[in-house]
Protein backbone atom coordinates (compact mmCIF):
# COMPACT_ATOMS: atom_id res chain seq x y z
CA UNK A 1 0.00 0.00 0.00
CA UNK A 2 1.23 3.10 -0.83
CA UNK A 3 0.58 6.54 1.17
CA UNK A 4 0.88 9.53 0.18
CA UNK A 5 2.41 12.82 1.90
CA UNK A 6 -0.08 15.01 3.09
CA UNK A 7 0.70 19.09 3.14
CA UNK A 8 -0.60 19.11 7.11
CA UNK A 9 2.18 16.34 7.46
CA UNK A 10 5.40 17.79 5.60
CA UNK A 11 4.41 21.80 7.20
CA UNK A 12 4.31 20.04 10.72
CA UNK A 13 7.81 18.26 10.15
CA UNK A 14 9.20 21.29 8.88
CA UNK A 15 7.98 23.06 11.49
CA UNK A 16 9.35 20.50 14.16
CA UNK A 17 13.12 20.72 12.45
CA UNK A 18 12.82 24.08 12.56
CA UNK A 19 11.70 24.20 16.40
CA UNK A 20 15.11 21.57 17.23
CA UNK A 21 17.46 23.36 15.20
CA UNK A 22 16.27 26.84 16.80
CA UNK A 23 15.97 25.44 20.49
CA UNK A 24 19.86 23.89 19.99
CA UNK A 25 20.74 27.30 18.96
CA UNK A 26 19.32 29.31 21.96
CA UNK A 27 20.36 26.64 24.25
CA UNK A 28 23.83 27.15 22.91
CA UNK A 29 24.18 30.92 23.35
CA UNK A 30 23.20 30.43 26.77
CA UNK A 31 25.63 27.64 27.77
CA UNK A 32 28.52 28.99 25.51
CA UNK A 33 30.02 31.51 27.88
CA UNK A 34 29.64 28.74 30.93
CA UNK A 35 31.42 26.16 28.80
CA UNK A 36 34.20 28.83 27.85
CA UNK A 37 34.73 29.55 31.72
CA UNK A 38 35.50 26.30 32.32
CA UNK A 39 37.55 25.60 29.58
CA UNK A 40 39.46 28.43 30.81
CA UNK A 41 39.63 27.74 34.35
CA UNK A 42 40.49 24.13 33.47
CA UNK A 43 43.40 25.79 31.22
CA UNK A 44 44.63 27.87 34.25
CA UNK A 45 45.23 25.20 36.19
CA UNK A 46 46.89 23.32 34.05
CA UNK A 47 49.18 26.06 33.09
CA UNK A 48 49.29 26.95 37.21
CA UNK A 49 50.55 23.65 38.14
CA UNK A 50 52.89 23.45 35.56
CA UNK A 51 54.56 26.55 36.36
CA UNK A 52 54.63 25.43 40.14
CA UNK A 53 56.39 22.11 39.35
CA UNK A 54 58.67 24.70 37.53
CA UNK A 55 59.21 26.77 40.54
CA UNK A 56 60.00 23.51 43.18
CA UNK A 57 62.81 22.71 40.57
CA UNK A 58 64.19 25.64 40.38
CA UNK A 59 64.24 26.78 44.22
CA UNK A 60 66.02 23.29 44.93
CA UNK A 61 68.85 24.26 43.22
CA UNK A 62 71.63 25.31 45.47
CA UNK A 63 72.27 29.43 44.60
CA UNK A 64 74.76 30.34 42.35
CA UNK A 65 77.16 33.20 43.02
CA UNK A 66 77.45 36.15 41.17
CA UNK A 67 79.69 35.71 38.19
CA UNK A 68 79.43 32.01 38.11
CA UNK A 69 78.84 30.16 35.30
CA UNK A 70 77.10 26.83 34.52
CA UNK A 71 76.10 24.93 31.01
CA UNK A 72 72.99 22.49 31.95
CA UNK A 73 74.14 20.49 28.16
CA UNK A 74 76.75 20.08 25.97
CA UNK A 75 76.57 21.80 22.65
CA UNK A 76 76.00 19.51 20.04
CA UNK A 77 79.08 19.36 17.16
CA UNK A 78 78.68 19.49 13.83
CA UNK A 79 80.39 17.13 11.75
CA UNK A 80 81.32 17.02 8.13
CA UNK A 81 81.91 14.02 6.30
CA UNK A 82 84.71 15.58 3.66
CA UNK A 83 84.48 12.03 1.61
CA UNK A 84 81.75 13.57 -0.23
CA UNK A 85 83.00 13.26 -3.62
CA UNK A 86 85.23 14.68 -6.29
CA UNK A 87 85.24 18.32 -7.87
CA UNK A 88 84.80 18.46 -11.01
CA UNK A 89 85.39 21.34 -12.95
CA UNK A 90 83.14 21.96 -16.11
CA UNK A 91 84.08 24.73 -19.04
CA UNK A 92 82.33 25.68 -21.53
CA UNK A 93 82.05 25.17 -25.00
CA UNK A 94 81.61 28.00 -27.96
Known sequence: MLQHASV????RTILIIMAIYFG?????????PFLVRFVA?????????QFGQFQKNTSQEKPKKEGEISI????????SNKDVGDYVDYEEID
Do not use: N, W, Y
Open 72 to 79: DKMPKTKT
Open 8 to 11: IGVI
Open 24 to 32: IKILARLFT
Open 41 to 49: KKAEQRFGD
